[in-house]
């Protein structure tokens, strides 16, 4: 192999090479393919006899069942249809809304009509798009204020988190 002053001359030729004695190796390789012999040049193929196919495998990931078997049939472990299923308990009641939730929808609702048609009440877009908008504003601060930092009433702060 000859070299220049950047690399090999014929690059291709190199190239060839270098994946022929990986191939000699058995790099890149397949199990059922047969390492070719070095004395072989990489563009004289011989094709592979044909192999009969393989027994599959004992069942779907080694478990004994096929794949459609495991997917569209009852259960092969055999359960019976008198196991108990999950069922939930009933949620928890909604809790009744304060006097403060109501001054919120009231300051939202407000805002949106405001912004959208305030010619309703008799003011014009002048007017009703900065209250609008102040009125959204105030609705937005006042639902983050009511926002509980820190842990629930009755809650341990050492504990750490409980289930």
Known sequence: ???????????????????????????GLFPDEELEKPAEKPAEKTPRPEQPDAE??????????????????????????????????EPPPLPRPRKGAFIVLLFFLLGLLLLIAPNLIGMGTRLGTPLGILALATAIALLLLRVRQGPPPGADPHNGAQV
Do not use: C, Q, Y
Not at 56 to 80: C, H, N
């Open 1 to 27: 192999m000859s070299r220049g002053k950047d690399g090999p001359e014929d690059v291709d030729a190199t190239f060839a090479e270098i994946v022929a004695d990986l191939r000699a190796e058995g790099v």
């Open 56 to 89: 599959p495998e004992p069942g779907w990931r080694g478990g004994g069942t096929s794949w459609d078997k495991t997917l569209f049939e009852d259960d092969p472990a055999g359960s019976s249809d008198d196991e108990g299923h999950f069922v939930p308990p």
